[in-house]
């Protein structure tokens, strides 16, 4: 499963969306922590910035955590979120991998 690269390129979608207005308006900023929970990227940041740029801030991760819940957590296609042990977003095709508790299916494991 590809979850901790794939979290990588939610938070660089984040980052190249509004590194130009977090220049600008001279501030910091840092993530303090991105993970996968209830089937869906979560992510959290510290830093000082003005309100419009903590604003941008904050819709760029609203977006990328609204894409990433219909985004297959395996592949990248899109997904639909999926119940079992555990919430997970799966394409069709990844979705019949799951076994009725949720685990991932190995052929010949």
């Known amino acids: 499963m ?3 690269g794939h979290l990588l390129d939610v938070r660089d979608d984040v980052l190249v969306h509004h590194q130009g207005a ?3 308006d001279d501030g910091r900023f ?3 922590q991105i993970k996968a929970k209830y089937g869906s990227v979560r992510m959290y940041w510290t830093g ?3 309100p ?3 604003a941008l801030v904050e819709d ?3 977006l990328a955590e609204a894409r990433n819940a219909c985004t297959c957590d395996v592949c990248g296609d899109t997904g639909v979120l999926r ?3 555990w919430l997970t ?3 069709d095709l990844h979705a019949q991998r799951l076994t009725p508790a949720g685990d991932i299916h190995i052929e010949g494991a």
């Open 30 to 32: 840092r993530f303090t």
């Open 22 to 24: 977090v220049a600008a």
């Open 48 to 50: 000082r910035l003005s």
């Open 83 to 85: 119940s079992g042990r």
């Open 60 to 62: 760029a991760i609203d």
């Open 52 to 54: 419009e740029a903590s």
């Open 89 to 91: 977003t799966r394409c």
């Open 2 to 4: 590809l979850v901790d």
